[in-house]
Structure formats: C-alpha cells, structure tokens
C-alpha cells in the first residue's frame, strides 16, 4: 500500500521557513557569492520537485471522482504548477548569471 506523502512536504515546508528565519534574525546570512550560488543551485531543485508535485496532486485529484470544486481545485493546481516552472526558469537564468 502507498504512504502518504503528505509529511514529506511538511519537512521541505519546515526547512525553507527555518532558512527564511535563520537569515531573517541573523542566525544565517549570505556572507559570500559560492553561498548564493549553492543555495541557488539547492532552490532550483526545490522547485522543479515542487512543480513536479503539484501536478502529481492535480492527477490525483483528478482520478478521485470530478466535482465542481475538484475540477476548480485541479485548475488551480495546475496553474500553480506552471507558476513554479516559471520561477524555475527565473531562477535557473539568474544563477546563470552569478559565474
């Protein structure tokens, strides 16, 4: 039987905001451009399995009987989908950039 991958997301939602937080109090700080880099770098990824993860939901939803409000919920998160690969476009052009 398949698990619920739910947790997986908590931790990976746990871990960007202590990061956030880390810098925002002055725990953490982007005190040199290989940091950035690598962050960025280690960001692309989150995204891109972001993305990939909310299609996989919108499928799944999908495949679990249409309604009004599924089918609202499976546009929505299908157009969050795109929006993250957008972002994953920006992200990778500016890491590009940071050579």
Do not use: K, Y
């Amino acid at each position: 039987m398949a698990q619920n991958p739910a947790p997986h997301a908590r931790v990976a939602a746990d871990a960007m905001a202590r990061l956030v937080n880390d810098v925002r109090t002055g725990r953490a700080a982007w005190s040199h451009p290989h940091t950035i880099t690598t962050a960025a770098d280690d960001v692309v990824r989150v995204a891109e399995e972001m993305a990939t993860a909310l299609q996989q939901m919108a499928a799944a939803l999908g495949q679990m009987g249409r309604q009004p409000r599924t089918d609202q919920a499976i546009g929505a998160l299908h157009q969050a989908g795109q929006s993250v690969n957008t972002a994953v476009r920006h992200l990778r052009r500016a890491r590009q950039t940071m050579h």
